[in-house]
């Protein structure tokens, strides 16, 4: 599907706003020209790339005029879940009218620390089919992914 947007700046994820001190590693998705949805990851205590972080959406049905309130996608406890990574598939016959696809990363302890084994990253997704009312359950695949 092709279409082009006329971009209008507007600040979707203001630290400070939605319950959360910090907001990083944007993303943003357009199922149509009009329906949009962009995620972060929502921080609660500070900027640090390590602590209690969630996956947030804010979506527009106006081609980016007025946004949803901040919904949490992915939350992972006291600790990470981050790095948002959306992906439509418009191609299955089974979705015809698509399924976005939204992957992402839990961890346990800092990059640091897992790099040095004192930690676990894990690998996930969920889908919507209504342009992101509603979330499936979490899908880890980290075995398809990491090799011990």
Known sequence: MAFSLKAQEQVLFASGEHGYACFRIPALVALSPAHLIAFAEGRKDNCADFGDVDIVMRSSEDGGKTWSKAKVVADYGVLQAGNPTPIMDNLDPEYPKGRLFLFYNTG??????TREGK?????????TVDQGKTWSEPVEFTQQVHFD
């Open 108 to 113: 346990t302890a800092s990059e640091q620390e």
């Open 119 to 127: 930690g676990r990253r894990r690998a996930y997704y969920v889908t």
